[in-house]
């Protein structure tokens, strides 16, 4: 599945060229396992061969899975990514396995520099606890039945005045300034929802036994806590994810209840129906950044040029690579992402453009990503660029900040670009509350494993109330409000990969207050801590991007201020 011969670094264990397929990758794997280690030097060239390896199979599987999200109809690339899944991943689980053991027994582990090792070597400890030979197929069942999940909303799509649409298209009308279009809008989007909202419960409900079983395998009570091992989570718990929660909602949510009257008043209306809560209170009609797919990308390119030339250069090459794919169309998965090229030490950014200022924030927030992928593509391992999300979402959120100043290219009136800036810093805060409701459902749903559909849709509906129901009146549209939760991918295809997106949110904040404050220091800060990729603790990186790992309501009130008062600067 190989696209590219360009590499970040050349082969030096595997041939030139290797079609990834189980009859060629065996021999290798078995070398591996065999091989005789004699010094810590050869403990080091071993491990930089697994490494190269890895690699090699990371990037084929990213391309088998850019390939089926790029398009869900063709049914040889969904053949091609469940090869991948069926044939190759089961077998190289177990003897990953038995590789990790044999790093761990090694009598020359001990001499490494464990400055530079010491996260490595706590995954991979990690890692051995939790393997468990059933679970393998219990795995690659879970990473075949989610793939559906892209199926069954990537198919969705809505005619709106006799026009088909997919619904991240349909979207734009719902921040049109005429109410009438936002509701005929919002009703056609929730009701192509809800014609599949059994076919994703009956998906969900599938994935939660799987994932459960996986749980009481490993030898724990429920998926909740198998996840955070599984993650590792070695910096924060549970309490203290229940704890983030309320301090969003004692901090943040009597603000936006504070914006959402300001909203109401605006509208000139009695409440706030779901359909207007995206259009501009301005009364003006939607920002509109860019002209297509190709505009966007190449403003992105001139606007990171701006920042740094450096970084302008490296979206720049992912133009020239053919690395994008940003328009929305029917048959492409839903969302967004940008997918490192392990080989390469390029990414792939996949999204879903309507033409709209929300892909303009996706865009710089994927290219966060992506300068992410570039300046850590050299670490000495393929492991250590195998950074935690809440290092990731820190890289990708705080572009998006550091990248406003830079909006010009975008807009060429200054009121358009006031209102941009506006716009992304209320969906700043807006952010907070989803997030944590999101990440307490998930608590919920997998420490009541044997709740109905009905327990959890109530559930749903009792902790989006907690955080103010974005502010809405949801009073007829029930069906709506409880079935909202499917609409986050996350729920589905990464469990519990949520809360570091609040994390990360507040960690970006506090990335951009340093870099106002000194945008030389600023960005330096905020790139040598990708540059470390995972080979320091969540606590020492954010330490190096000059910001601190705090989660306390008083740090969560200090940066909502900083951000109330930047927003009154544009008033």
Same mark, same amino acid.
């Given at each position: 599945?190989?696209?590219?011969?360009?590499?970040?670094?050349?082969?030096?264990?595997?041939?030139?060229?290797? $079609?990834?397929?189980?009859?060629?990758? $065996?021999?290798? +794997?078995?070398?591996?396992?065999?091989?005789?280690?004699?010094?810590?030097?050869?403990?080091?060239?071993?491990?930089?061969?697994?490494?190269?390896?890895?690699?090699?199979?990371?990037?084929?599987?990213?391309?088998?899975?850019?390939?089926?999200?790029?398009?869900?109809?063709?049914?040889?690339?969904?053949?091609?990514?469940?090869?991948?899944?069926?044939?190759?991943?089961?077998?190289?689980?177990? *003897?990953?396995?038995?590789?990790?053991?044999?790093?761990?027994?090694?009598?020359?582990?001990?001499?490494?520099?464990?400055?530079?090792?010491?996260?490595? @070597?706590?995954? *991979?400890?990690?890692?051995?606890?939790?393997?468990?030979? $059933?679970?393998?197929?219990?795995?690659?069942?879970?990473?075949?039945?989610?793939?559906?999940?892209?199926?069954?909303?990537?198919?969705?799509?809505?005619?709106?005045?006799?026009?088909?649409?997919?619904?991240?298209?349909?979207?734009?009308?719902?921040?049109?300034?005429?109410?009438?279009? @936002?509701?005929?809008?919002?009703?056609?989007?929730?009701?192509?929802?809800?014609?599949?909202?059994?076919?994703?419960?009956?998906?969900?409900?599938?994935?939660?036994?799987?994932?459960?079983?996986?749980?009481?395998?490993?030898?724990?009570?429920?998926?909740?806590?198998?996840?955070?091992?599984?993650?590792? &989570?070695?910096?924060?718990?549970?309490?203290?994810?229940?704890?983030?929660?309320?301090?969003?909602?004692?901090?943040?949510?009597?603000?936006?209840?504070?914006?959402?009257?300001?909203?109401?008043?605006?509208?000139?209306?009695?409440?706030?129906?779901?359909?207007?809560?995206?259009?501009?209170?301005?009364?003006?009609?939607?920002?509109?950044?860019?002209?297509?797919?190709?505009?966007? =990308?190449?403003?992105?390119?001139?606007?990171?040029?701006?920042?740094?030339?450096?970084?302008?250069?490296?979206?720049?090459?992912?133009?020239?690579?053919?690395?994008?794919?940003?328009?929305?169309?029917?048959?492409?998965?839903?969302?967004?992402?940008?997918?490192?090229?392990?080989?390469?030490?390029?990414?792939? *950014?996949?999204?879903?453009?309507?033409?709209?200022?929300?892909?303009?924030?996706?865009?710089?927030?994927?290219?966060?990503?992506?300068?992410?992928?570039?300046?850590?593509?050299?670490?000495?391992?393929?492991?250590?660029?195998?950074?935690?999300?809440?290092?990731?979402?820190?890289?990708?959120?705080?572009?998006?900040?550091?990248?406003?100043?830079?909006?010009?290219?975008?807009?060429?009136?200054?009121?358009?670009?006031?209102?941009?800036? &506006?716009?992304?810093?209320?969906?700043?805060?807006?952010?907070?509350?989803?997030?944590?409701?999101?990440?307490?459902?998930?608590?919920?749903?997998?420490?009541?494993?044997?709740?109905? *559909?009905?327990?959890?849709?109530?559930?749903?509906?009792?902790?989006?109330?907690?955080?103010?129901?974005? +502010?809405?009146?949801?009073?007829?549209?029930?069906?709506?409000?409880?079935?909202?939760?499917?609409?986050?991918?996350?729920?589905?295809?990464?469990?519990?990969?949520?809360?570091?997106?609040?994390?990360?949110?507040?960690?970006?904040?506090?990335?951009?207050?340093?870099?106002?404050?000194?945008?030389?220091?600023?960005?330096?800060?905020?790139?040598?801590?990708?540059?470390?990729?995972?080979?320091?603790?969540?606590?020492? =990186?954010?330490?190096?991007?000059?910001?601190?790992?705090?989660?306390?309501?008083?740090?969560?009130?200090?940066?909502?201020?900083?951000?109330?008062?930047?927003?009154?600067?544009?008033?």
């Amino acid at each position: 599945m190989e696209n590219l011969k360009t590499r970040t670094k050349q082969r030096n264990y595997l041939p030139e060229y290797l $079609e990834i397929k189980w009859e060629t990758i $065996e021999p290798l +794997f078995n070398e591996l396992k065999s091989r005789n280690i004699q010094s810590v030097n050869e403990l080091e060239k071993w491990l930089s061969d697994i490494s190269e390896l890895d690699a090699a199979l990371e990037e084929d599987f990213a391309w088998r899975y850019i390939h089926m999200t790029c398009d869900t109809t063709d049914p040889k690339r969904l053949e091609d990514f469940q090869y991948f899944a069926t044939e190759i991943e089961p077998k190289v689980a177990p *003897i990953h396995n038995e590789l990790n053991k044999k790093f761990i027994n090694s009598p020359y582990a001990e001499e490494l520099d464990s400055s530079k090792y010491f996260v490595f @070597r706590r995954s *991979i400890q990690k890692a051995l606890e939790l393997f468990r030979e $059933e679970n393998v197929p219990i795995q690659t069942q879970i990473q075949v039945e989610q793939q559906q999940y892209q199926s069954i909303t990537g198919s969705m799509s809505v005619v709106i005045n006799e026009k088909e649409y997919t619904l991240e298209q349909a979207s734009v009308f719902l921040k049109d300034t005429k109410r009438t279009i @936002r509701e005929q809008t919002w009703k056609a989007i929730t009701t192509r929802r809800l014609q599949d909202k059994e076919k994703l419960n009956t998906l969900f409900n599938s994935l939660l036994k799987l994932r459960h079983q996986i749980a009481l395998n490993a030898g724990f009570d429920n998926f909740r806590d198998y996840a955070f091992q599984a993650l590792g &989570r070695f910096d924060y718990t549970p309490q203290d994810c229940f704890n983030f929660h309320e301090a969003i909602r004692t901090e943040i949510v009597p603000i936006l209840a504070e914006q959402a009257q300001q909203r109401k008043q605006a509208l000139h209306l009695d409440h706030l129906n779901p359909w207007d809560m995206d259009v501009d209170i301005s009364g003006k009609p939607a920002l509109k950044p860019f002209q297509n797919g190709q505009d966007l =990308i190449d403003k992105t390119i001139a606007c990171f040029q701006k920042i740094d030339p450096s970084l302008g250069e490296k979206l720049k090459f992912m133009k020239i690579e053919g690395l994008f794919d940003v328009d929305s169309r029917k048959g492409k998965a839903p969302g967004g992402y940008n997918y490192p090229l392990a080989e390469m030490g390029a990414p792939f *950014i996949f999204m879903n453009s309507a033409n709209t200022f929300r892909d303009l924030t996706t865009i710089v927030h994927e290219g966060g990503h992506a300068i992410h992928t570039f300046v850590s593509a050299t670490l000495a391992l393929n492991a250590f660029k195998h950074v935690p999300s809440e290092v990731a979402e820190l890289a990708s959120m705080s572009m998006e900040l550091i990248s406003m100043d830079q909006w010009d290219v975008f807009f060429n009136h200054s009121e358009d670009l006031k209102r941009a800036k &506006r716009e992304q810093l209320k969906d700043v805060l807006k952010t907070l509350p989803w997030v944590a409701v999101v990440d307490q459902f998930q608590h919920w749903i997998y420490t009541h494993p044997n709740h109905t *559909i009905e327990e959890r849709n109530e559930t749903w509906e009792k902790i989006f109330t907690q955080f103010g129901s974005n +502010f809405a009146d949801w009073t007829d549209h029930q069906e709506a409000l409880q079935n909202l939760w499917q609409k986050q991918l996350h729920i589905f295809e990464i469990p519990f990969y949520y809360i570091e997106y609040a994390m990360a949110q507040l960690g970006a904040i506090a990335v951009w207050k340093h870099y106002k404050e000194n945008p030389q220091k600023g960005l330096q800060d905020y790139l040598e801590a990708l540059k470390l990729g995972y080979t320091k603790t969540i606590p020492e =990186i954010y330490q190096t991007a000059g910001i601190a790992f705090d989660f306390s309501p008083e740090y969560i009130r200090s940066l909502a201020t900083f951000v109330k008062e930047e927003l009154n600067k544009l008033d």
